[in-house]
């Protein structure tokens, strides 16, 4: 009767030490998000993920592939104005210089923003040459959207070293 308990104990023990480390992976990045409803960990850069639905959500568990945007936009033909531009040099890591070809006094300005969208920094654009001191922001993906008013003409992607 001893010997049985003792091999239950130890089978349970097996099991309890293996069932610990049963899914290990080491993510890119992820956090814990927490708030009233309750508390959740997540993940980025795993290669498999499951679907669950219920009657008050769904929960994705796992990771997606990451991915990257590499859409850029520009209006390629605008009416009444002549529009070329550049930046240079790209990736930068210190001053980032935006050129308009024949810039002839229009109304232009600029928002740089950060990969998620937050706009960091925007200013009036009143000469050829414009620029942008990058120092301060940490490497990564930027956007710099010209923009005429409201009507955003060309936005470039930036690569910060």
């Known amino acids: 009767m001893k010997y049985k308990k ?3 104990c130890a089978l349970l023990l097996v099991m309890w030490i293996t069932g610990l480390a049963a899914q290990e992976v080491i993510p890119a990045a992820g956090g814990v998000g927490s708030g009233s409803g309750g508390t959740i960990s997540y993940s980025v850069g795993q290669l498999f ?7 008050t959500g769904t929960v994705v568990e796992g ?5 990257e945007i590499s859409i850029v936009t520009a209006i390629d033909e605008i009416i009444g104005i002549q529009f070329v531009s550049s930046v240079f040099p790209n990736p930068t890591a210190d001053i980032l210089t935006l050129r308009i070809a024949e810039f002839d006094n229009m109304m232009l300005s600029y ?7 937050r706009l960091l920094e925007n200013g009036q654009i009143t000469g050829p040459e414009t620029r942008l001191n990058m120092v301060k922001f940490p490497s990564g993906i930027y956007f710099l959207k010209v923009l005429e008013g409201r009507t955003e003409l060309i936005t470039y992607k930036i690569l910060k070293n």
Request: net charge negative; glycine share 10%; charged share 15%.
């Open 6 to 8: 003792f091999k239950i």
């Open 49 to 55: 993920f499951s679907t669950f639905a219920g009657e």
């Open 63 to 67: 990771v997606q592939q990451p991915y």
């Open 111 to 117: 928002h740089l923003l950060d990969a998620n969208g």
